[in-house]
């Protein structure tokens, strides 16, 4: 295998599922009947928290929206972002892997900042989402370790 290069389009299933869970936690908060004050401070950050993430990850309209990843075959990451930037990156061991659901972790080399690129099936092409899939389960995990391993040593 070569490595893998995937196109991230817009999800409905993830803007849905960023809607659903911000409103079930607006739920919880008018269910605890705080003081209003708090109640409002909430809805407020829950409000600019669903706009952000729809924007960026659903409908990925930001400028920092991935729309691409690159995994190489020497074990190197990259992503591309709307903007244009193409910031070379390190997976992190803390990447999560289903059928239904990936988030791959990443560390970003010149930020030394962690990025989340979160991908549902509607992202992408099924192909391309298997051969991520199975990439991150064989050899991601062993790139991730080595990485690791490196740090600390």
């Known amino acids: 295998m070569n490595g893998v290069l ?6 409905r299933s993830l803007a849905w599922i960023l809607v659903v869970a911000h409103v079930a936690a607006g739920a919880c908060v008018v ?5 209003r004050w708090i109640a409002l401070t909430a809805g407020t950050v829950l409000l600019s928290s669903v706009v952000f993430h729809l924007l960026r990850d659903a409908l990925r309209r930001l400028p920092d929206s991935v729309t691409t990843l690159q995994a190489r075959k020497d074990g190197s990451y990259r992503l591309t972002l709307r903007n244009g930037e193409s910031p070379a990156c390190r997976l992190l061991g803390s990447s999560f892997v289903t059928p239904w659901l990936t988030i791959v972790n990443v560390e970003l080399a010149e930020e030394r900042s962690t990025r989340h690129v979160v ?3 509607d992202a992408v092409s099924a ?21 690791a391993g490196a740090e600390e040593g």
């Open 31 to 35: 269910a605890l009947h705080p003081p």
């Open 127 to 147: 192909g391309d989402f298997r051969r991520l899939r199975v990439w991150l389960r064989w050899k991601g995990a062993a790139h991730a370790a080595e990485a």
């Open 6 to 11: 995937l196109s991230i389009t817009p999800s």
């Open 119 to 121: 991908i549902v099936p």
